[in-house]
């Protein structure tokens, strides 16, 4: 495990809300020299502490939906779970694979245009894999924020912590872009800490050109924010999933957002349309503190909150925020090929 002083945590606290951050304008605001800024950086990426930087985007704004399922596995023997695993990497739609303990063995996250599209992938996964999948739940994003990672700093609840950094990431309406849009926005989907010029290189354009295009993606609402991804084994934090069913919930629902949002160790507040109504994602040192900020949730929401269920994510295998399908004109609207016998 890699222990970080307060200053690694502050800079990552920085990174976090904005991982374009310059090193300049990082060292200004923690009064620290930019090169200790870079030094540090530099560190904590070598050590693996820091996993990437990405570029968040709307998948709504890129017309896609973003679907789940969560799946409840037995019965692999180890050859079959390498193919299994195997077979889900190489679906360039599904875009998270979360290994995970508790209510549910594996989370997949994946984009299609329409909710066909969706049930293909189920349909395809069963045909190869159903005895090995005792049950599943299937669910749809229908907002999400994202919310700073302030316990890096601030690990005492009650403690007065400087409001949160809240960003949006769902969106509405699809925006059309061209090949060159989605050529910049792969080439900068885990590389947040983009350099123009060497973009110009990569992708034989002119600096400025993929300038104006990046602005105007923002603009528009594709690009909404860049962010970084710590390690979270390495730096000794445990990365869990609760989901929340509601009742008579829609006077007080806002409030309750909030309210998730502005915990130091609440990372996601996502809206849901599915069996539960909400899923909060949390980041804490240890179990009993997340069993703790739980209890914490349900007492003070108790007129709302009907019950909750939680895993334990124990290995992110894929995060990727921009679909490595974006190019492909006929993406999503390919049928399951049925498997031969």
Not at 308 to 323: G, M, N, S
């Amino acid at each position: 495990m890699r222990k970080l002083d307060l200053i690694d945590r502050k800079i990552l606290l920085e990174l976090d809300a904005d991982a374009r951050a310059s090193l300049s304008e990082v060292g200004k605001k923690l009064k620290i020299g930019k090169n200790n800024v870079q030094y540090r950086l530099q560190r904590m990426s070598n050590d693996g502490v820091i996993k990437k930087f990405s570029t968040m985007v709307s998948n709504a704004k890129l017309g896609y939906l973003l679907g789940k399922f969560y799946l409840q596995l037995s019965g692999f023997d180890e050859k079959t779970e390498a193919e299994f695993f195997d077979y889900l990497f190489k679906d360039k739609r599904i875009i998270w694979i979360a290994k995970c303990e508790g209510r549910w063995d594996l989370m997949l996250g994946m984009y299609a245009e329409d909710i066909a599209q969706l049930n293909d992938f189920k349909w395809d996964l069963f045909r190869r894999y159903e005895r090995y999948i005792n049950s599943y739940d299937a669910v749809f994003t229908v907002d999400a924020q994202l919310s700073q990672r302030s316990y890096l700093v601030h690990k005492n609840r009650k403690e007065i912590v400087p409001k949160k950094k809240i960003s949006e990431y769902i969106g509405r309406g699809k925006v059309e872009l061209d090949e060159m849009d989605k050529r910049i926005l792969l080439a900068i989907s885990n590389d947040g800490r983009y350099n123009y010029v060497n973009l110009g290189k990569m992708l034989h354009l002119n600096p400025k050109t993929i300038q104006k295009r990046i602005k105007s993606m923002e603009d528009a609402g594709v690009i909404t924010g860049y962010v970084v991804h710590p390690n979270l084994n390495l730096i000794g934090v445990g990365f869990y999933k609760v989901c929340i069913y509601l009742m008579d919930y829609h006077q007080k629902y806002k409030g309750f957002v909030e309210y998730c949002l502005q915990l130091p160790n609440v990372v996601h507040v996502i809206e849901t349309l599915g069996p539960w109504d909400v899923e909060l994602e949390m980041e804490t040192e240890n179990v009993q503190e997340f069993y703790d900020i739980v209890k914490e949730i349900r007492n003070k929401f108790s007129d709302i909150i009907k019950k909750t269920e939680f895993v334990i994510i124990t290995d992110e295998a894929r995060l990727e925020l921009v679909p490595q399908i974006l190019l492909e004109k006929e993406s999503g609207k390919k049928k399951s090929q049925p498997i031969e016998k």
